[in-house]
């Protein structure tokens, strides 16, 4: 099962957001429907909310990043300059401390023969460092999910959207859209009463 976090500062929330008792979850037959379901959400200025998938599809990362690159990227970018600096260095320091005579006036610190370390150096820390960033911003390990994502369907057949807070908007609100999206079920809220479609 995959998660998408949907966060971003495009709208500001109408008033102070508090999380719900029981999240509100909308569960989609179709891709399409889960597409329509983000996008209506979206456009009232919501924005907060995960979406679940049984498998990845780019048509989610693009309807709710909408084509902004990844930041794991920074996290790989950092880990390869820390690496090329830190095992070039490395190298470099143990010869010059511990140096020894070389014929020919060939210098101590020579840069060809040190590329071949500093390359596996900068590989190295850099795929260590896209982990991290990956298991950061998937906020992994996810042992405090709310009770609504753990529902079979969603690493079966069935795409979801589940939101803990309304973003200061009218519950009923956010169940309109979501049921008018061609969500087969919307439940949960602090209301009582939920939508199901066959």
Request: glycine content about 12%; some cysteine; charged content about 20%.
């Amino acid at each position: 099962m995959t998660h998408d976090h949907a966060h971003g500062h495009e709208h500001a929330a109408p008033a102070e957001s508090e999380p719900l008792n029981e999240p509100i979850k909308a569960v989609y037959k179709h891709l399409d429907c889960l597409l329509e379901g983000i996008n209506g959400l979206k456009q009232v200025g919501i924005r907060d909310f995960t979406v679940l998938s049984p498998i990845p599809r780019h048509e989610i990362e693009q309807e709710i990043y909408q084509g902004e690159p990844s930041p794991v990227r920074w996290f790989t970018l950092l880990g390869g300059i820390f690496g090329a600096t830190a095992t070039f260095s490395l190298a470099s320091l143990t010869h010059a401390n511990w140096p020894m005579i070389i014929p020919g006036g060939k210098p101590l610190v020579s840069i060809p023969p040190f590329l071949v370390v500093t390359f596996e150096g900068t590989i190295l820390w850099g795929s260590l460092m896209t982990l991290v960033g990956l298991v950061l911003n998937c906020r992994l390990p996810a042992f405090d999910l709310p009770k609504a994502m753990h529902d079979p369907r969603f690493t079966n057949d069935s795409f979801g959207i589940v939101l803990e807070r309304t973003s200061g908007h009218d519950e009923a609100e956010i169940k309109h859209i979501l049921e008018h999206s061609g969500a087969i079920e919307v439940t949960g809220g602090d209301g009582n009463g939920g939508a199901n479609h066959g």
